[in-house]
């Protein structure tokens, strides 16, 4: 383990139907809805998997190479959120870097 990344908090998977991937998440992981997302502007869901999240992001189109929310990649690549042993500073921004 790094001294840096304590582990990984979530991951974000952009789907083309939220409900139709709840159904799956849901019924076939067993995993159960976090009623604390906030209204984001789009549609999607969180989920938590133990300490962990999958952040559900809903596009009518979730290959494209345009049109992506400002929080997602636009190179086709997933996101996920780490939990690190330094904070972002008070004013600084948090890179997020693509997974593989």
């Known amino acids: 383990m790094s001294d840096l990344v304590l582990g990984i908090d979530h991951v974000s998977v952009l789907v083309q139907d939220t409900r139709r991937s709840l159904d799956f998440y849901r019924s076939v992981l067993g995993l159960e809805v976090d009623p604390s997302r906030p209204d984001l502007g789009y549609p999607g869901a ?32 997933s996101r996920c959120g780490s939990r690190t042993s330094t904070p972002c500073a008070s004013g600084s921004t948090c890179r997020a870097f693509p997974t593989p």
């Open 46 to 77: 969180w989920l938590r998997a133990g300490v962990h999240a999958i952040h559900l992001i809903q596009m009518p189109n979730p290959d494209p190479v345009t049109g992506r929310p400002a929080h997602a990649a636009n190179d086709g690549t």
